[in-house]
């Protein structure tokens, strides 16, 4: 069995938090076994490392994303990298061609499904491995796993099974229901019906068959090529809904969709995370505060807060699942971003009288990681080094640096830096427009750089 | 006839948007007649210009706050600074001081104390000038203006009258009677009292004879010596409750105080100051933004969300008055600054491993402003230009500069700069331990920097 965990995504209903290169399941919001914060991704592939399953686990993600869940799950093969966002069947149309033909899986091989952002307990995974069994029993094309309704909830899908006879481990499934109101959703549990919780399992035959018979490459190399012509749907919308023959394994645990910031307050251990004050006069509020500037809740109740570089969210809980609409506007240029290298803060950016563009970052290098080797067409930088030591590569010479020097990089300057220990600097940019684009990659290793390299004498 | 505008005071009441530098009386956040904002202090200096009183009025102010008021005024002259926070009654005793010795007035010479925070309409002022001929009519020690309640409010102090006879312009005043409950505050006002709004006149000689009786010098130079020994408390408790012959002038009109983000948000003319959205199922709520961070306020009622680089405070409107109690953790290094030559804002502040501090702040020189020439003793500087144009002074030489350069400041470096046009730059400060006072002013003027110091040759 192998397993393809979908962490793409960019989970605009928890902004300011998420964007584009941090999505929710990289919030380090959720408390761990040994008391530290740590995020969805963290969580679940600590629950499937448990089980012994997160070797054979291939993680679905963005390009933007690759840094952020190297660093997270400390892992750095069995990424797949979907070439754009385009919802989940083309995703996990991709990492089926992936095993295919780059890992050579055989074709009666069992895949899951499995998304990044539920909430559950171990046993959880226990059904996940079950999955197995009970596609190869019932000979079903597709088999999922529902969650035992707790509530008449109007907000989630549900499986309906195709007769009422809930004594056996799984059931064929009739039919889905979209959000139904609660009077049809307690018609529904009645009848035995689950929630679909997004967990889909087959036969790496059944989508090597299915994208062959809608004429799309079943190789890894062409359908990346081909990506932009898969229909941009969801698994579910795609494949779900013209399938007969489906079963349903019922979980029957605690489960949460962690999508919106008042289900994941309840899931947060404590009230508040970061610099700030909750007064004693304030109920059900959270404060999740990721800048330096202290935040003070003062005589409010059932508030949410959540504060980053790139925005200051102050949300009624139960309104907060609609922050998705207000948010279209200030879908800019990302404050903070974790990279595979380290991470970098926007400090402040402004316009010049004559048109030009000043960027200030604050930028860390991880201790033996470097900044690749590359030149800017249309902007200079000036780095002061704060923290730490390092190598400056520059126009193939080399010297060491420490803080307090300052390094001039004029435009097509070729540059690259690698940290000895932990390393901070404070750049400025400089050009009449500064994107993240502007960049043109040498592609050369360090230990390439240092043999082309000359060291400047001290 | 003088003027005392008592203009010192922190505001602690309106964090996070006042500090130590800059209290609440400098807020832009009223609407002027123009349709820009305007402070308190440009509201009543503009009233006060527009009866023709500013040219007689003095400003008691704080060392910390003679930039902001001379930028927002445009007044130099005129100007007493108190050498420490010491309260109302010192604050009157030291100007006092001042017009008596310095200026040389007449001890007849009527002069009217008028706090700044209060909402006032232009008749109030007509008030103002009325209190010079029931001074001089009454023979009264002490006269007050007494501003005719609207409502029976605990909040504020009565004036009480020595007979109910209400029928001339003024009476002579019984006694005082602090926030009393709302029943007595009904009965004050059936026999004719009225709210004491922070205005005081007396002849120089009341104040001057005083100052003597208690042994204190009436001489401005000596009274500023012993300005510690003045008793730290209000004019009110010292003068006001011990004085026999007092006369109250009846206004009757709008007036407010100013002193909480509930009242302040009243008089504003628009719900939003800066960047970001409420939400339109937000009820009576309020935002003052000064940070380039969007700031969405999504379904939530009767709050005021004040942010600033030195905190953010979301609060119930009816309980902000609180604020005052819990920011006492938060009084840390201000984080912008209107100086006498424009402005700084903090951007970064770091500790290095070993113990050295990195303070980053992106500061503004106004066209024809410049930074004193001046050196560090502990500490290192780099400025990098990001905007127009000036002269560098460092170490007796003098360079043009321009965006892009990078000036470099060791420890003991004498340095100045001059802005040629509204210049702005990104200052990296490196050093064991960063504080204001690590400054060593040459007192130099521009003019005789130039003199001393030659140009380099570009």
């Not at 928890?14 to 919030?27: C, E, G, H, I, T």
């Not at 809740?297 to 699942?321: F, R």
């Not at 002061?384 to 010479?397: D, L, R, S």
């Not at 993240?436 to 990659?441: F, H, L, S, T, V």
């Amino acid at each position: 069995m192998k397993l393809i965990l979908l962490s793409g995504g960019s989970g605009k209903r928890l902004w300011p938090l998420s964007n584009d290169a941090r999505s929710k399941q990289f919030l380090k919001v959720l408390e761990s076994k040994n008391g530290n914060l740590q995020s969805m991704v963290q969580r679940v592939w600590e629950q499937l490392t448990k089980i012994g399953l997160s070797e054979s686990t291939y993680v679905a993600t963005s390009k933007s994303q690759v840094d952020i869940i190297q660093n997270q799950i400390g892992r750095k093969d069995n990424l797949v990298v979907e070439p754009s966002r385009r919802d989940t069947f083309p995703a996990i149309s991709l990492v089926s061609s992936y095993l295919y033909s780059v890992e050579k899986m055989n074709l009666n091989e069992v895949v899951v499904v499995l998304p990044v952002d539920p909430y559950v307990e171990d046993d959880f995974f226990e059904k996940i491995k079950n999955l197995e069994n009970v596609i190869n029993q019932s000979q079903a094309d597709i088999g999922l796993i529902g969650v035992k309704p707790t509530s008449p909830s109007s907000k989630y899908g549900y499986i309906i099974p195709k007769n009422d006879l809930v004594d056996k481990d799984y059931f064929e499934v009739k039919n889905f229901i979209e959000k139904p109101n609660e009077n049809e959703a307690k018609n529904l549990i009645d009848i035995g019906a689950l929630w679909n919780c997004g967990v889909f399992s087959f036969r790496l035959s059944f989508i090597i068959n299915l994208l062959e018979e809608k004429g799309f490459p079943t190789n890894y190399e062409d359908l990346i090529l081909q990506y932009e012509k898969l229909p941009k749907t969801s698994f579910d919308y795609e494949v779900l809904e013209r399938v007969n023959n489906i079963i349903a394994l019922s979980y029957n645990g605690y489960w949460k969709d962690l999508g919106t910031w008042d289900a994941i307050t309840e899931e947060m251990s404590t009230s508040q995370i970061g610099v700030g004050t909750i007064s004693r006069d304030s109920n059900n509020s959270h404060l999740l505060n990721e800048l330096d500037i202290p935040i003070i809740l003062l005589g409010v109740n059932n508030l949410v807060v959540a504060a980053s570089p790139d925005g200051i969210l102050i949300s009624d809980k139960a309104k907060s699942p609609s922050i998705k609409e207000l948010v279209g506007d200030y879908n800019n240029r990302p404050m903070y971003e974790e990279r595979r290298w380290g991470w970098y803060r926007v400090l402040d950016f402004t316009k010049t009288d004559e048109g030009n563009e000043v960027l200030t970052k604050r930028i860390c290098i991880k201790a033996g990681k470097n900044l690749s080797y590359h030149y800017h067409n249309d902007r200079s930088e000036t780095w002061t080094i704060i923290k730490g030591e390092g190598i400056f590569a520059h126009n193939e010479k080399l010297c060491f640096v420490k803080p307090g020097d300052v390094l001039k990089i004029n435009e097509m300057d070729k540059h690259g830096l690698k940290a000895l220990t932990d390393l901070e600097l404070i750049e400025i940019q400089a050009g009449s427009q500064l994107i993240e684009d502007d960049i043109a990659r040498l592609y050369l290793t360090w230990e390439e750089i240092e043999e082309q390299c000359y060291f400047l004498t001290k």
